[in-house]
């Protein structure tokens, strides 16, 4: 099976900080992304890369970067922690393949920003 | 990316079947549907694809009428650990994917 990890599963920041995420697949897939998810409003795509050194905004980027060096390991970047940067940060990874294809999630990373 | 509605919530009883329809009228000729389940603090775990007619496999069955404009997931006889949040999404793979997920679904099983 397809694993995903991410490396915590919670985290307690301070406002301001500098965070990282790393999140890392066994399968050798090509596209890797990053969520957060917050109650009432699903899950929403921040960041996502189809390739090393390659990356693409996604909806919400703002406040984030990302960094993909190695095939496979994606890390999002909280450059300066806010307290509306709380949030489940999920992780997931897909082959590049057109038609059928499926995301495989990490158990998800949750930050608590104070 | 096509868009999807679902309903917010469903109620159900262990035993009983559910099914959770899927709008996706704006779907494209080579997007498919897939159907996804989240437990609480966990990410979502693939259940399922299909891209017309049925699709059925140990955990669920995916109806897919002939005009695609809508799907249904069918999980027979839920249980208590069948509670969960169902999203449905409809894409295709390709470097330029990325999966846009609504709220789904929240599917209540009582005793």
New interface residues.
Partial sequence: DVK?TQSSRYLVKRTGEKVFLECVQDMDH??M?W?RQDP??????IY?S?DVKMK?K??IPEGYSVSREKKERFSLILESASTNQTS?Y???S???????????????T?LTVV | LAKTTQPISMDSYEGQEVNITCSHNNIAT?D?I?W?QQFP??????II?G?KTKVTNEVASLFIPADRKSSTLSLPRVSLSDTAVY?CLA??????????????TLLAVQP
């Fill in positions: 995903v090509e596209n992304f969520y009432g409003l699903g899950l929403r795509l996502f189809y693409e996604g909806d489940m999920l992780c997931a897909s082959i590049e393949r057109q038609g059928a294809y499926g995301y495989t999630f990490g158990s998800g949750r | 080579n498919y897939t996804y603090s966990q990410g979502p775990r693939f694809q891209y999203y894409g295709r793979g390709g470097a330029t994917t990325k999966l846009i997920f609504g709220t789904g």
